[in-house]
């Protein structure tokens, strides 16, 4: 399964993401942050999704294939 993760660090709120994908990322109104809102990506939303990813202006997303390792939160500080 598909999951995406945000560099917090390095998102800058532009929104693309939302606008590209949005039953996959929102924004956070209080830092203007993106969200992840699924914790796994279902098929149907993974184009969507990887566009996000590839239009993202700071390259603050990550899409990453689930291993079966653990899953950790899709925000990363």
Request: charged residues 30%.
């Amino acid at each position: 399964m598909l999951r995406a993760r945000v560099d917090l660090a390095v998102c800058q709120g532009h929104a693309v993401c939302r606008r590209v994908a949005p039953a996959v990322f929102d924004v956070n109104e209080d830092d203007g942050r993106a969200v992840v809102l699924l914790d796994a990506i279902p098929p149907e939303l993974a184009q969507s999704a990887r566009n996000a990813e590839q239009g993202c202006p700071e390259q603050a997303i990550r899409l990453e294939e689930d291993t079966g390792a653990e899953h950790q939160s899709g925000q990363e500080e």
